[in-house]
């Protein structure tokens, strides 16, 4: 699976947990936040395609997500980014 592929399974995922995801400008990566009761995970549109793919992987890591099926590839790459978050703080 190729990066843009990763990024718009990544994509899928949220939309099925009904979490929007916005591109923007600005001097941040990303992240989550809630706008009244809507979950929005927001990224920066000048990252890579990998920087993107971290952000949401990032996010997503935080969720449960045990009762849902995901790619193993996908819930690998979830995983991966959570482990490697743990610990840090970034916007």
């Known amino acids: 699976m190729d990066a843009q592929q990763l990024l718009q399974e990544l994509e899928n995922l949220a939309a099925?947990?009904?979490i929007a995801v916005r591109y923007d400008d600005g001097d941040f990566k990303?992240?989550?936040c809630r706008i009244k009761s809507d979950r929005?995970?927001?990224?920066n549109?000048?990252?890579t395609n990998e920087g993107k793919i971290?952000?949401?992987a990032r996010e997503l890591g935080t969720l449960d997500?045990?009762?849902i099926y995901i790619l193993p590839k996908l819930r690998e790459r979830i995983y991966k980014e959570a482990i490697a978050s743990e610990?840090?703080?970034t916007v």
């Open 16 to 18: 099925r947990l009904d």
């Open 30 to 32: 990303g992240g989550m």
């Open 40 to 43: 929005i995970i927001i990224i």
């Open 45 to 47: 549109k000048k990252l």
């Open 54 to 56: 971290a952000v949401l």
């Open 65 to 67: 997500l045990s009762t």
């Open 87 to 89: 610990g840090k703080t």
